[in-house]
């Protein structure tokens, strides 16, 4: 089943931006620009992609798993809050 949440927008827009990024350290590469430039370009792609894969994650426990786990007692519930803290790590 599709699921469409509010933060989907914002998951989308960092691997877009992600994708110019990538263009660009292609080139430079291709330039062979100072190593310096290009590895904190890549750093930048790569928390971009983390970042935006964390936000996923979140918002499927958020909006698709709390849906599906519905009414539990509250030691369920702290351990999907755990869970999802636990996905920081990721």
């Given at each position: ?54 936000i996923y994650i ?16 509250r030691a369920a ?14």
């Amino acid at each position: 089943m599709a699921h469409a949440h509010s933060a989907h927008r914002d998951v989308v827009n960092r691997p877009k931006r992600g994708a110019g990024h990538l263009r660009t350290i292609i080139d430079m590469i291709e330039e062979q620009r100072d190593c310096l430039d290009v590895s904190q370009q890549l750093h930048a792609v790569e928390k971009a992609l983390t970042i935006a894969k964390r936000i996923y994650i979140q918002d499927h426990i958020d909006n698709c798993l709390e849906d599906a786990v519905g009414a539990v007692p509250r030691a369920a519930r702290d351990s999907l809050s755990e869970f999802r803290e636990i996905t920081k790590y990721l």
